[in-house]
């Protein structure tokens, strides 16, 4: 009988094995009412509320908007931090004060109701430049999470969303050191002070390791931290069968008032990586889809090894929800045995002044889950191959006209 019931557990644990790779697990949102389901990986709700209630100091977020709606997830992601408020916990909370706008305010308000929650905003554009766009957490300075997610009830349960839980104290040291950057570059900013440059050249990084953290805008990244934009551009490089990436937003373009300056970085190094003979397989939301976007969509599309789809997640049985149904996963594999995971869309703006991080694997095991991620998708009825050939309709994601 005894043994019957020890059986009866092993194969109880056996049933979900969670993905993982020493160091790091692959956490991802389904989209409720779609094929993607994906039983070997966690979803964020489960991921932040462990973290919550396991942290004994400190909790650390940084976001660039804040929505909850009653009844939805983030209702629970609230209550276990409100917890971990009430026993004692330090919390920071840092939000882009650009991001303050599109925030559902009552789910601000709940934020800084929560006992021994310091909140802030920080205008990151008089930082560097941007925005802080990184969505992550640090728990006790030990361990963190970093990934596509917002804090925001739609990427909980509506979304195509990837991150990555880090026990890597190292990885998560650095985190932290990020965080206690903007947090006093928010506090000088809002003194009217200027915030001085960590590093005045682009610092690279080090590949020795097995997996790395890089981050942006590298004029305010901690020693150890290389910058995300030269460590794409060096990862593309290295490529010699086949990439994959799947990004909500692609474009050779950055942001300012006006026209859009050109921004060449990435692009650039998809056509250098095609031009190799590398097969690039690029996956980008329906949301990309207008003009001028879509016309540099279009160039990748006729080049020989490049092919791009566009990914449609149908409207949820409850009907139009503004801002969600969508991919916002932002990640790659390269050849199978390097992983990309990140927040940054694939534009300018985002890898080079603006707040993001991205997380860096040379590890098969996760390489290979992230190009089944990506392939799961490629293969779904929501993605379709962009006609280069047909006229688009203006996509509209805050209403469904």
Known sequence: MRKSLLLLAFLSLGARADFAIPGYELIHTVPVETSL?????????EVWTQLFDKAQHSIDIAQFYVSGKP???????MAHLKAAGERGVKIRFLLDKHGLGISEQATVEQLKAIPNLTFKLIDYSKVGGGIIHAKYM?????????????????SLK?????GILVSN???????????????QAQALVAAGKPVPKLNNKPVLADESQQDYLVASPNAFNPPGVGDSQSELVRLMAKAKKEVLVQVMEYAPLSYAPGVRPY?????????AAAQRGVKVK????????????????KSLEVLPNVEVKIVSIPQAKEGFIPFARVIHTKAMDIDDTIAWVGTSNWEGGYLDNSRNLEMVMQDPKMAKRIGEL???????????????????PRPHPGSEK
């Open 37 to 45: 389901a994906t039983p070997d990986l966690r979803g964020p709700t």
């Open 71 to 77: 009844g939805e997830p983030l209702d629970t992601v």
């Open 138 to 154: 640090v728990i006790d300075g030990n361990e963190g999470y970093l990934g596509s997610q917002n804090f925001d009830w739609r």
């Open 158 to 162: 509506h979304i195509h969303e990837a």
């Open 169 to 183: 104290t190292k990885v998560a040291g650095q985190m932290q050191m990020i965080f206690d950057i903007d947090w």
């Open 263 to 271: 921004y060449a970085v990435i692009d650039d190094a998809i056509r």
């Open 282 to 297: 690029l996956m980008v939301a329906d949301w990309n889809t207008k003009e001028p976007e879509l016309s540099y969509l």
């Open 374 to 392: 990506h392939k799961q998708l490629w293969d779904s009825p929501y993605a379709k191959e962009l006609d280069i050939n047909k006229a688009y």
